[in-house]
């Protein structure tokens, strides 16, 4: 799913979803337009029930769109069964959400080492230690999620996303649970991956302080995009 600069890494055209809820539709996307090119930083705004998370869902493949078209490095989505979609999930998307899930269990380095599990990679303990690292936490890699803070389950998320080198980053509200100065911190670790690696970083967020560390601000309100702008004086 590499995508060079003609072809955007994320097309999304017409993309529609409605929920039925017994015998009520509940439309969430009405007709979403986005092309996002590798590399790029984005962050999505809008009001609660706006559709955000619904858009991440689909982006990230946890779901699918009720009609509409989404390419995702040229492949197109909608025509690919569950294993396929799958295996994109699993080798090429890191997810962050708002809350860690983060398996209270097990050792930092341990849901580190799930996702590689997953995919039936190698080196797991080694890998995960590399991206715990990554993120400033390789002391703390023998540690619970209760032994850490809030800002640090995040990290540990983070490396969770990360370990299996995924080229798109989808990040639902991850300084939500967080105050603004360790929230910073972990926009700043964004930030990093998207400017040293060349990760493609999308994020929701209500926090304009959050959403000024992109450089693209798409903003949604009810199931459409009512705004898609670049912002001068981004921190790059
Ligand atoms: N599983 C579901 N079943 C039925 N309706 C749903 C479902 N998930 C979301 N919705 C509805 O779809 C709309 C969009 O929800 P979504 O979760 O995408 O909003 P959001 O922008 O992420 O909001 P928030 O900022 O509160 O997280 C809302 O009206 C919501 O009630
Ligand atoms: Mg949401």
Redesign the pocket.
């Known amino acids: 799913m590499e995508s060079n600069s003609e072809s955007p890494l994320i097309q999304v055209e017409g993309l529609e979803?409605v929920?039925?809820?017994g015998s009520v539709d509940?439309?969430?996307?009405r007709g979403v337009d986005i092309s996002i090119r590798q590399g790029e930083m984005v962050a999505i705004m809008?009001?609660?029930?706006?559709?955000?998370?619904?858009?991440?869902?689909i982006l990230g493949c946890l779901d699918r769109p009720t009609s509409g078209r989404y390419l995702l490095g040229g492949a197109d989505v909608g025509a690919m069964n569950d294993n396929e979609l799958a295996e994109i999930r699993r080798g090429r998307v890191g997810f962050v959400f708002q809350t860690f899930n983060l398996l209270t269990r097990m050792t930092a380095q341990e849901n580190v080492e799930l996702p590689l599990l997953y995919s039936g990679r190698d080196r797991r303990s080694e890998r995960a230690l590399e991206a715990l690292e990554r993120v400033g936490l390789g002391e703390r890699a023998r540690h619970r999620p209760t032994e850490l803070s809030g800002g640090e389950q995040q990290r540990v998320a983070i490396a969770r996303a990360l370990v299996n080198q995924p080229s798109l980053i989808l990040a639902?509200?991850p300084t939500g649970n967080l105050d603004s100065k360790v929230g910073q911190e972990i926009m700043s670790i964004f930030g990093e991956l998207n400017q040293n690696e060349g990760i493609t970083v999308i994020l929701?967020t209500?926090d304009a302080d959050i959403s000024a560390a992109a450089r693209r601000v798409i903003g949604?309100r009810d199931?459409l995009v009512v705004r898609d702008e670049m912002q001068d004086g981004a921190e790059r």
Not at 47 to 57: A, E, V
């Open positions: 979803k929920y039925r809820l509940v439309p969430a996307l809008g009001p609660s029930g706006s559709g955000k998370s619904t858009l991440m869902n639902d509200e929701v209500h949604l199931g």
